[in-house]
Nanobody, 127 residues
């Protein structure tokens, strides 16, 4: 059974940093493209970042470009989302997603159709 589990969320002040982690069981993350999505209260789901399975090419939404960095640690079977200079508009529940057919469309586009989603982790930005 495949399971994705996010961790590392919490409450920070504007300008602060958090590193989200996505751990997997039942699959080897370095074999798949991995996406990060977020959803704020009352808003739709938004693609944030994606890392490709072939060469770890990363893509970012314009709203986070230059502040967020996606990476993977194959030895630990983990994917990370380093979030710096956090802004109030970054507050949301963040999800990592993947499946064997998942892909990163590129050019700031993100594929929301994925078989495996984590349970989500809350990120709160508050002064």
């Amino acid at each position: 059974q495949v399971q994705l589990v996010e961790s590392g969320g919490g409450a920070v002040q504007p300008g602060g940093s958090l590193r989200l982690s996505c751990a997997a069981s039942g699959i080897t993350l370095n074999a798949y493209a991995i996406g990060w999505f977020r959803q704020a209260p009352g808003k739709g789901r938004e693609g944030v970042s994606c890392i490709s399975e072939l060469d770890d090419t990363a893509d970012y939404a314009d709203s986070v470009k230059g502040r967020f960095t996606i990476s993977r640690d194959s030895a630990k079977n983990m994917v990370y989302l380093q979030m710096n200079d956090l802004k109030p508009e970054d507050a949301a529940v963040y999800y990592c997603v993947t499946d064997p057919d998942y892909y990163c469309p590129g050019a700031g586009n993100f594929e929301p159709r994925a078989s495996y989603w984590g349970q989500g982790i809350q990120v709160t930005i508050s002064s």
